[in-house]
């Protein structure tokens, strides 16, 4: 049973789609694409991010295709702008994957400031995000901790808003828990935590803090093990989840007895 089938809570709905898994998972880094289809069953994710500029769909004639390993059928594609360095390359590439997929509006944004701390870009995204908005896309975004702009770019009508924990790849998990809180606080959107993400305990820290999803990629693909770490990060999702839900003890600065004192026997 996971935590969305439990009477405590409802599935993640995006872009009017309901989805029982909270983790999304990613398809570079992978031995192969077996592998990759491999990860993804044993992540129970329902959602799967494609960069569209590095992973054939299609547009590579007479190469091997992930849609021939991945059915879209079953699973959402994601197709992502990673490698995009400014608005009108990331509009672009999501045009491109309209076109590869008939018409598929779901995309993910993310425009990159450079190539050593591949720190979102927050102007060039919000430039992007507002002209695939308006160009009938259900935009789901990668951004930076910044509770401002997080909200900001919900106003602009992204379907999602996905700030990073830490830098992409770095493994490094939430540098900056209080700001996520403040993005939650103020969002009437699915947040989910974006990059940064090592093991499992970061995955659960992130859905302990109330977000609504964790997307990973470089976790899962370059474990020693990627599919049994897909298994993990599975259930460290859906144990944060719950843990939320339940809501933590408070924390205290002295001893609390597990046993009442008062009325003993003797």
Same mark, same amino acid.
């Given at each position: 049973?996971?935590?969305?089938?439990?009477?405590?809570?409802?599935?993640?709905?995006?872009? &009017?789609?309901?989805? #029982?898994?909270?983790? $999304?998972?990613?398809?570079?880094?992978?031995?192969? =694409?077996?592998?990759?289809?491999?990860?993804?069953? *044993?992540?129970?994710?329902?959602? $799967?991010?494609?960069?569209?500029?590095?992973?054939?769909?299609?547009? #590579?004639?007479?190469?091997?295709?992930?849609?021939?390993? @991945?059915?879209?059928?079953?699973?959402?594609?994601?197709?992502?702008?990673?490698?995009?360095?400014? !608005?009108?390359?990331?509009?672009?590439?999501?045009?491109? *994957?309209?076109?590869?997929?008939?018409? #598929?509006?779901?995309?993910?944004?993310?425009?990159? +400031?450079?190539?050593?701390?591949?720190?979102?870009?927050?102007?060039?995204?919000?430039?992007?995000?507002?002209?695939?908005?308006?160009?009938? /896309?259900?935009?789901?975004?990668?951004?930076?901790?910044?509770?401002? $702009?997080?909200?900001?770019?919900?106003?602009?009508?992204?379907?999602?808003?996905?700030?990073?924990?830490?830098?992409? +790849?770095? &493994?490094?998990? @939430?540098?900056?828990?209080?700001?996520?809180?403040?993005?939650?606080?103020?969002?009437?959107?699915?947040?989910?935590?974006?990059?940064?993400?090592?093991?499992?305990?970061?995955?659960?820290?992130?859905?302990?803090? +109330?977000? #609504? &999803?964790?997307?990973?990629?470089?976790?899962?693909?370059?474990?020693?093990?990627?599919?049994?770490?897909?298994? !993990?990060?599975?259930?460290?999702?859906?144990?944060?989840?719950?843990? =939320?839900?339940?809501?933590?003890?408070?924390?205290?600065?002295?001893?609390?007895?597990?046993?009442?004192?008062? +009325?003993? =026997? /003797?």
């Amino acid at each position: 049973m996971t935590s969305s089938d439990t009477p405590f809570d409802t599935p993640l709905r995006i872009a &009017g789609k309901d989805y #029982h898994s909270r983790l $999304i998972i990613g398809s570079g880094k992978y031995q192969s =694409f077996q592998q990759n289809l491999d990860a993804l069953v *044993a992540s129970g994710a329902e959602m $799967i991010t494609v960069a569209i500029r590095r992973v054939n769909l299609g547009q #590579h004639a007479g190469e091997p295709s992930l849609l021939e390993v @991945i059915s879209p059928a079953k699973y959402t594609l994601l197709p992502n702008t990673a490698g995009c360095y400014n !608005a009108a390359e990331a509009v672009r590439t999501c045009r491109m *994957a309209r076109e590869l997929l008939d018409g #598929h509006k779901l995309v993910k944004l993310e425009v990159l +400031g450079d190539q050593k701390t591949l720190y979102p870009n927050v102007t060039e995204t919000l430039i992007a995000a507002e002209e695939l908005v308006k160009d009938g /896309f259900d935009v789901m975004v990668y951004t930076s901790d910044d509770p401002l $702009i997080a909200k900001r770019l919900e106003e602009l009508g992204c379907v999602a808003v996905m700030p990073l924990g830490a830098p992409i +790849g770095s &493994g490094l998990g @939430i540098r900056n828990p209080y700001n996520i809180r403040m993005i939650l606080e103020n969002a009437t959107v699915p947040i989910i935590v974006d990059a940064g993400v090592g093991t499992a305990s970061d995955a659960a820290i992130a859905m302990e803090l +109330g977000c #609504h &999803g964790v997307l990973m990629n470089t976790a899962i693909a370059e474990a020693r093990n990627p599919v049994l770490m897909a298994s !993990a990060m599975k259930k460290a999702v859906e144990s944060g989840r719950e843990a =939320f839900l339940a809501g933590r003890m408070p924390r205290r600065l002295y001893a609390s007895a597990s046993s009442p004192i008062d +009325g003993t =026997f /003797f």
